[in-house]
């Protein structure tokens, strides 16, 4: 295999973009925190000016940064220098923050600290629906609240598989929509999905071109009282493929993290590479890789590949991203999904076993939360009270 090529400076800031500061809102690359990018081969060095030393948010964000940078292919290496800003950098930067509150707020209700997770396929039939509903849950069941939005508009079964099928959304006094609510254990999940919507029936096809499948998803991302301040993390159940939907998260969400799910069989291997090409295209940070139907046990301890072997950690490879976790083939998981309750909330099996792995994985490594309990500089008048008259 040919080694390969550099990446290109372009490509870099990109998945800057996708950086954002939790407690302004913005990405680094426009609040002038990045003072220089260096690419010397397969490494790449970012230098970032903080507002101060001692920043709570220095380790995560140069978390972020090396996730970011790291997933851009063609990069082995990313080293991150931290400096301090001048007085004139600083405020810089409170002014374009002052202008982002009064002109440009926030198109959504998502708030910064919320880890946006899109979770994809290049084909159907790999269950990544399943794997969306049996993760949120899971996620859940931890203490965390979740956010679930599917966006596989027209194919949508998020409502069954979490047991909210009966329940419609409500719009708040301001006309937001409301998500329903589940409790999970101590943690809390927040649906939306077309098949939510008063008078959406679950045997009906939605006929909609791209251009209105896009602006539903819109619809579903500006117009929901998600909760500000009050969601860990949003996973959003793509429609298979490379469409328009894909195309649009990038852009309304830039800060979007990609979960590839695929098979073993090494043609759902190929489909799936594409996804993970799109969503680099449009430079989305792609976090890892979820192998489902991994193989089935009998009830002898035997082990079957039913769909083969090796394709998640063959996608891993080939997209350099890590492989996360591998879903066994389990009657559970349909017969939960039928039934609103997800298989990964039993008391022990193998594969509730395996999403708690999983689960562990992405938000300990793959997608961590933000920790912002020791920050204190979290309202914009109280940055600039910590700066001073001086901004020192």
Known sequence: MAPMPPPSAEAVRGALLGVIDPELGDNVVDLGMVRATTIDGSRVEVEIALTTAGCPLRAQLMKDIKLRVGSVPGVDDVKVRMGEMTPD??????????????????ETDIPPTARVV??????????????????????????????????????????????????KLAASEDKKILPIEKKVGAGLLKVVSMGAMQGAEEDEAIMWRGFMLNRAVQHFLEDVRWGAGDLD?????????????????????????????????????????????????????????IENMSAFT?????????FGEGGGARLAEQIGAPLLGSIPIDPAVALGGDAGAPAALAASSTVAEAFAALAERIVTDAIPLVEMKDCTARLLDQVEAALGPTGA
Not at 89 to 106: Q, S, T, V, Y
């Open 233 to 289: 993390y949003l996973l959003i159940d793509m429609p298979p493929g490379t469409s328009d939907v894909q195309m649009g998260l990038a852009r309304m969400l830039p800060r979007t993290e990609m979960l590839i799910v695929t098979t073993p069989a090494l043609a759902a291997q190929k489909v799936a590479a594409r996804a993970a090409d799109m969503a680099r295209k449009g430079y989305l940070r792609v976090a890892g890789v």
């Open 89 to 106: 950098e600083k405020k810089g930067l409170m002014a374009r923050a002052r202008w982002k509150i009064r002109d440009n707020a926030p």
């Open 298 to 306: 009998c009830e002898h301890g035997a082990s079957y590949p039913l």
């Open 118 to 167: 899109a979770i994809a396929s290049g084909k159907g039939g790999v269950g990544k629906s399943s794997i969306t509903a049996n993760l949120a849950a899971t996620l859940a069941a931890r203490g965390l609240t979740v956010g679930v939005l599917d966006a596989d508009i027209g194919g949508y079964s998020i409502p069954r598989m979490l047991g909210v099928e009966s329940e």
